[in-house]
């Protein structure tokens, strides 16, 4: 038996029995051309659109992660389902990644992207630019809340595994709860939630790296004399190169961002039908802190066309799951399960007929 299984059974294969074509966009003030595919149910007529946004870290169009390829799935399906798709790459995808609009960019700055391609999508003669609406995945679905805040002609939102709170708490429960789950030591565990809620600390007061490091250093200094020989040993920060890594990657421009802003800043102006999806098994978003937090924001939004999902067993992929641990997404045959693929369509359905 093969060590690594990659049979995804979900995976579209061509020939497809619609219409795809390649297309492109811009954005101001930055220096990379976004591609994307664009699926149509057919040449003729027009018909709703739905707008793809990929979630955390740069990601191609196909939203491609341990050999599955969520979007794909999700545009090939909806597609042969009358309603056209459009994906496309990250900013920075196969770009270059010296460049500060790409290195420096933030959740703000993706939402941004993401209008351009609406801009696009909408001018297109296949499509009805009255009814294109886009459905994001995780931080995508940030994205999404942001862009729909702020343009009244996004005729729908999905959010996909999406969070409803500042980004330092869903980091906290998610790192608390895939902790345990590998079974870490307590004081160990204590230290990595201490060692997050110092560093959001120093961000909140807009240090700069090297400040942040040098803080971040005295902190570790400490906590660590506390511990006996065998307790550092097994601290998540018992290297010089685990403390740098740790404080590298919650300092830089996007992570200072994503710890500081609240979805629900967002989602309190968003007025438009909107679908809001989380699984039980998910441990890198926890539906029963950031669910609630979603359908608080609408119902003071008065949008009175919201509906929330809980998807029994599914994880952050939407698959369906057994622990729901990170480890178990590209052991999982199925790519994302066709009971969220037949919600997101009945929605799109009833909201654009």
């Known amino acids: ?64 992660l341990m050999n599955h390829k969520p979007f794909k799935v999700i545009a090939d399906y909806l597609t042969r389902n009358n309603i056209a798709v459009f994906r496309y790459d990250d900013r920075g995808w196969n770009g270059d990644i010296t460049d500060s609009t790409i290195n420096n960019a933030t959740t703000l700055d993706y939402a941004v992207d993401a209008q351009a391609a609406f801009d696009m999508i909408k001018t297109h003669p296949n499509i009805n630019p009255k009814q294109i609406g886009m459905l994001g995945h995780s931080e995508g679905g940030v994205i999404t809340s942001i862009a729909a805040s702020k343009n009244p002609n996004i005729s729908f939102v999905i959010l996909l595994a999406s969070t409803g709170q500042k980004g330092i708490d869903v980091l906290l429960q998610q790192n608390e709860v895939i902790l345990k789950n590998i079974k870490m030591p307590k004081h160990a565990v ?27 250093n005295l902190w570790f200094e400490k ?14 920060f018992s290297t010089a190169m685990e403390r740098t890594k740790f404080i590298n990657q919650l300092s830089s421009n996007w992570m200072r961002t ?6 629900s800043d967002y989602l309190t102006k968003v007025k438009q039908p909107t679908f809001a999806l989380n699984g039980t098994n998910d441990v890198q978003v ?30 952050h992929l939407f698959q369906q799951s057994t622990t729901g641990m990170i480890d178990e997404y590209s052991k999982i045959e199925q790519t994302i399960s066709p009971i969220i693929l037949e919600q997101i369509k009945e929605f799109i359905k009833s909201t654009t007929k």
């Open 190 to 216: 204590k230290m990595q939630l201490s060692a997050l809620k110092q560093m959001y600390k120093y961000i909140e007061k807009d240090y700069t790296s090297d400040e942040i490091e040098k803080r971040m």
């Open 1 to 64: 038996k093969e060590l690594f299984e990659t049979k995804r059974p979900q995976e579209p294969q061509p020939p497809y029995p619609y219409i795809e074509q390649e297309l492109s966009f811009k954005v101001e003030g930055v220096n990379y051309d976004f591609k994307g595919t664009l699926t149509l149910p057919s040449i003729q007529g027009t018909y709703p659109c739905v707008i793809l946004v990929t979630g955390s870290g740069l990601q191609n169009r196909d939203e491609e």
């Open 286 to 315: 926890l539906q029963e802190y950031n669910l609630p937090q979603i359908e608080k924001a609408l119902k003071k939004a008065k949008n009175k066309n919201y509906k929330t999902f809980k998807a029994i067993g599914h994880n």
């Open 223 to 236: 906590e660590l004399s506390k511990l006996n020989a065998e307790q550092r040993k097994e601290s998540p």
């Open 258 to 263: 994503f710890l500081k802003l609240n979805p």
